[in-house]
């Protein structure tokens, strides 16, 4: 028993050495190559850090300190001076075109805002489809602004899948009763009614404190009749 065991042994020994005499050979046979390789490797890692730390982060907080007077102006609902500024500072379409995301990823959702408050609705789903951020309260206002874009557009179809979107990313959001409503209008106007109704029915059983609550019955009522 001790004999075959000490055969496992030497074999596992063998094989080791074996390896290792074909891991010299294959590193004496390729030794430019492989320090070639190595050094190329080293150059990317260390050019990466350089533009990570000279380059690409000041410039994110170049984009950043651009984008505070826009974002400004866009929580004081001046949204024409938020998108396109007024020669003094930049606005968020600018901004955009200079730093692309390198001011986060919201400049897209507060560009498509501007758009849509401001009736071009066209231009506010370009901006909004390119926003990709996964806080959910936020994508969920993306999804159903692109929505609100279309019905402004009369596109109530499409509406429609983006406001079940939106209402997908996050069930609790307080939000939902909006869009829940919207999504409602949206399907009336397209002749669904009875989908309608579920909608309205929706938010008078789960959202029953929401502001959409309060006039709800005239809406069940119109899709009732």
Avoid: H
């Avoid at 042994?9 to 590193?27: D, G, K, M, P, T």
């Avoid at 907080?61 to 998108?83: D, I, N, V």
């Avoid at 806080?135 to 596109?155: F, H, M, N, T």
């Amino acid at each position: 028993m001790a004999t075959k065991e000490k055969t496992k042994v030497e074999e596992r020994q063998e094989n080791a050495a074996e390896q290792l005499s074909r891991i010299e050979q294959f590193y004496e046979e390729n030794k430019k190559w492989v320090w070639g390789v190595v050094i190329g490797i080293l150059v990317i890692w260390l050019a990466t850090l350089a533009y990570n730390r000279y380059i690409y982060q000041p410039k994110c907080a170049e984009a950043q300190e651009q984008a505070f007077p826009a974002e400004a102006s866009f929580a004081e609902g001046e949204y024409e001076l938020a998108l396109n500024g007024d020669g003094n500072v930049l606005g968020f379409a600018q901004i955009i075109d200079d730093y692309g995301t390198k001011a986060g990823k919201a400049i897209y959702l507060y560009a498509g805002i501007c758009e849509l408050q401001l009736g071009n609705n066209e231009d506010a789903i370009k901006y909004l489809a390119k926003y990709n951020g996964k806080e959910p309260i936020l994508k969920a206002r993306a999804l159903s602004c692109q929505a609100d874009a279309y019905v402004g557009l009369e596109e109530y179809g499409k509406a429609v899948s983006l406001y079940k979107k939106a209402l997908a990313v996050n069930e609790k959001n307080d939000f939902n009763s909006t869009i829940l409503f919207k999504e409602g209008l949206a399907l009336k106007a397209l002749g669904k009614n009875a989908e309608a109704l579920a909608c309205y029915k929706t938010i008078l059983d789960k959202y029953p404190q929401s502001i959409e609550a309060y006039d709800i019955d005239r809406y069940i009522a119109e899709v009732s009749e």
